[in-house]
Every structure is written in structure tokens, then in C-alpha cells.
């Protein structure tokens, strides 16, 4: 049987994701009442980060030590993987030394390679395209606060980067359907647009776009690896700010999420940060949970 992977959130089905979610609450209400998770004693978990990070690295890390096992952390400073070693090479040898792989790097091409060539299963914790494991924790949000997220109304607001293509990803999987408000040019993958037209639609009126909507989602201007142009894009993005006055034109009960870090005054008003109703801290310690979930997924079919 194939090595099971999660690349992007298509390489689950639907009934799948939402498996994993409703074991995610789970296992944040056992952490919350003291049970003891460890169930994975002896198993590691390799982490190749090439990006640097905050949430995914403790997270995981912190999720691995949870559930009874190990998380090596691996640089590619450190490691021969930055001294030229073929990705090939290096998958093949980490992966008969250790339980799972989770891979946080640049090119999407990386983690597909690094899979193709892995004999346990890998886990892609952000690439330039895609960052499914940030969506495990969105949707585990939402699903917490307000039910399933089928048929509700979800808007993207700001650059079409890995957060807002998984979030086209996420539209298919889990059945909403999505506004992506961005600037002339910053669009989404127009390939992957294509595939998922139906649900999935730009507009560039940001006011347009959050208008009916259940959820509104962002994240900052420049991603890792576009710090140059951060200036450049000030400009541009400033009206694509989710701040209380855009919030008003969403429905009146409607979430706002970030998958932080967040540059406070730039694309997220620091009152909306700060609002003591805001769900922004629990999507990101939820991160630990979903994570925990999904490690549970895959390290369970790998031993079947």
C-alpha cells in the first residue's frame, strides 16, 4: 500500500478532514482535563525546516513530546541537506531512521520530491503554494465556534499567497464557498483557480467582497522570502486592511482569523487583534491539537 502523505488537503477526502478535525477537539479537551496522550512511545518525528518558525515548530514539537514520541529538528545549515545532497537522497536516508517527516520550505516541488522518494509518511508544515496544516487549524476553529463550515461564506482579503490557495483547497474539501479580495496582479495560481471556478471567485472591491460574509481571513502583505518588497506593497495592500470599519460590511456575527505572525497596523488593525472576542489565539493554539490529530492519521494507516 502507498505511503499515506499530506502535501496539500486534497491528499485527504472530505469525510477524512473532517475526521481529523472532530479528533483534534478531542484531543484539546483531554489535554484540558489532564489525560495522558502519550500512545506513540519511541517514535520520532524528523523536522526539516529550511523557513524559519514560531507556531509550527513548537507546535509539533510539543505535539510529538504529547503524544509519548520524539521531534528532531533538522536545519539544513546542519544537515547535508545545505550542502548539496540531492532532496532524493536525503528523503530516503531520514526516512529509515525515523517514524514521520515534517518539511517547512520553499518550493512545493521540494516536499513532492522529498515524498516520492520517503518511505514513511511526510507532512508538509508550508511551502511557497500551500500551508494545509494552517487550514486544519482555521477549520478546527470554526468548526469549535459555529458548526460545520459547509455552505457559509468565507473571504480572503489580501495576497493570493500558500495561505489563500489553501483556503481554495479548503472551499472544495469542505464545501464553502470563497471571495478572494486582493489587489490587480496578486492573485492566486490561476491553474488552480480554474479547478475549483465554481466556488471560488476574485474581487478586488474589498468592501464588495466581505459583504454576507460568515469569515473573514488574512495575512501579512510580504510572505518569507518577499521581504524586499514589503514597501512596495504597502501601497497597494493598504486599502485591503481588515480592520473594524471592512468587518462592518460582513455579517454581523461573522469570525476574522490570522495565521500570525501579524505586522499589527498593517493588514489586521491592532483593535481587532486585541478584541477580547477574537478567535485569532485559539486558531493558533490550535495548530498543537490539529497537528496532534493528523500525526495520530497518518503514523496509524503507516502501521497498518
Not at 505586522?263 to 478567535?279: F, K, Q
Request: aromatic share 6%; net charge negative; hydrophobic share 40%.
Amino acid at each position: 500500500m502507498a505511503t499515506q502523505h499530506f502535501l496539500t488537503l486534497m491528499d485527504f477526502s472530505p469525510e477524512e478532514l473532517r475526521t481529523i478535525i472532530r479528533r483534534a477537539i478531542t484531543l484539546k479537551q483531554e489535554r484540558a482535563d489532564g489525560v495522558d496522550q502519550r500512545r506513540y512511545p519511541g517514535t520520532v518525528l524528523g523536522m526539516i525546516f529550511a523557513k524559519s518558525s514560531t507556531r509550527t515548530r513548537v507546535s509539533f514539537e510539543a505535539g510529538m513530546a504529547q503524544l509519548g514520541g520524539h521531534a528532531m529538528f533538522l536545519s539544513p545549515n546542519d544537515t547535508q541537506l545545505g550542502r548539496g545532497e540531492p532532496i532524493e537522497d536525503s528523503a530516503r536516508v531520514i526516512s529509515s531512521m525515523v517514524d514521520v517527516v515534517m518539511i517547512r520550505t520553499f518550493g512545493h516541488d521540494i516536499v513532492e520530491r522529498f515524498a516520492a522518494h520517503s518511505s514513511v509518511p511526510v507532512i508538509n508544515a508550508l511551502t511557497d503554494s500551500y500551508h494545509p496544516c494552517q487550514l486544519l487549524a482555521d477549520m478546527q476553529t470554526w468548526f469549535e465556534r459555529r458548526g460545520d463550515i459547509a455552505g457559509h461564506r468565507v473571504c480572503w482579503v489580501g495576497d493570493g499567497n500558500n495561505m489563500c490557495q489553501s483556503y481554495i483547497n479548503a472551499a472544495a474539501q469542505f464545501d464553502f464557498e470563497l471571495t478572494i479580495a486582493c489587489p490587480p496582479g496578486f492573485e492566486p495560481d490561476a491553474d488552480l483557480m480554474s479547478q475549483h471556478g465554481q466556488r471560488v471567485h476574485v474581487e478586488h472591491d474589498p468592501v464588495a467582497a466581505v459583504r454576507n460574509t460568515d469569515l473573514v481571513v488574512t495575512d501579512v502583505w510580504a510572505s518569507m522570502g518577499q521581504e524586499e518588497e514589503q514597501t512596495a506593497r504597502e501601497g497597494m495592500f493598504q486599502p485591503y486592511q481588515v480592520n473594524e470599519e471592512l468587518m462592518a460590511h460582513a455579517n454581523s456575527d461573522a469570525l476574522y482569523m490570522h495565521c500570525l505572525p501579524a505586522h499589527r497596523g498593517e493588514e489586521i488593525s491592532a483593535g481587532l487583534m486585541d478584541n477580547p472576542d477574537t478567535v485569532i489565539w485559539d486558531e493558533a493554539e490550535n495548530r498543537l491539537h490539529a497537528q496532534k490529530a493528523l500525526l495520530e492519521t497518518l503514523l496509524d494507516a503507516a502501521r497498518r
